[in-house]
T-cell receptor, first 113, second 114 residues
Framework: ETGVTQSPTHLIKTRGQQVTLRCSSQSGHNTVSWYQQALGQGPQFIFQYYREEENGRGNFPPRFSGLQFPNYSSELNVNALELDDSALYLC????????????FGPGTRLLVL | AQTVTQSQPEMSVQEAETVTLSCTYDTSESDYYLFWYKQPPSRQMILVIRQEAYKQQNATENRFSVNFQKAAKSFSLKISDSQLGDAAMYFCAYDTGANSKLTFGKGITLSVRP
């Protein structure tokens, strides 16, 4: 059974640029959630995708957008990067939403200069 | 809105001893789910234990157990026979069950002394 994978592991961008982060869900999982974790803080929910549709969104601006593909992998896109976007971005997958255990990937560390 | 509070930023335990990590939460829901996740320096969030609020029995997983007090909205994690590999940041998290939006606490850094 393959776990959740994310790419890239690290990324450096400059303010104003755009970035795409990728996530492959665990085998058999159809739900993917994205979280942003600032240094020394707990993760904050960005949004969730279930069967290719957005199924809930946290308090993040529209420049944070996402996609889920038919194989349930997912992308997180961030436009017009700001310095405060520097964080660890975590992807988690689950077999359903609503109380099911979420399994996390290793994360992508984004640094915005 | 639901909130999760972990008031202890750091704790330390001697190897082989027992330690309890505290967590409180605020919600108006009656059915929900609670989790403890471990995040070692490698950054990957690992599930430690899961509790369903409608179950009165406290969840246990080997050396890890919880003390779930629904009325007090308290969800503490007990680690028995602490091992060096238990050193990590531990997060308490809440899920309403409506979707899989996890609300996390700020975490607690656990160190284990040999």
């Amino acid at each position: 059974e393959t776990g959740v994978t994310q790419s890239p592991t690290h990324l450096i961008k400059t303010r104003g640029q755009q970035v795409t982060l990728r996530c492959s869900s665990q085998s058999g999982h159809n739900t993917v959630s994205w979280y942003q974790q600032a240094l020394g803080q707990g993760p904050q929910f960005i949004f969730q995708y279930y069967r290719e549709e957005e199924n809930g969104r946290g308090n993040f601006p529209p420049r944070f957008s996402g996609l889920q593909f038919p194989n349930y992998s997912s992308e997180l896109n961030v436009n017009a990067l700001e310095l405060d976007d520097s964080a660890l971005y975590l992807c988690a997958s689950s077999s359903l939403f609503g109380g099911e255990t979420q399994y996390f990937g290793p994360g992508t560390r984004l640094l915005v200069l | 809105a639901q909130t999760v509070t972990q008031s202890q930023p750091e704790m330390s335990v001697q190897e082989a001893e027992t330690v309890t990590l505290s967590c409180t939460y605020d919600t108006s829901e009656s059915d929900y789910y609670l989790f403890w996740y471990k995040q070692p320096p490698s950054r990957q969030m690992i599930l430690v234990i899961r509790q369903e609020a409608y179950k009165q029995q406290n969840a246990t997983e080997n050396r890890f157990s919880v003390n779930f007090q629904k009325a007090a909205k308290s969800f503490s994690l007990k680690i028995s026979d602490s091992q060096l590999g238990d050193a990590a940041m531990y997060f308490c998290a809440y899920d309403t069950g409506a979707n899989s939006k996890l609300t996390f606490g700020k975490g607690i850094t656990l160190s284990v002394r040999p």
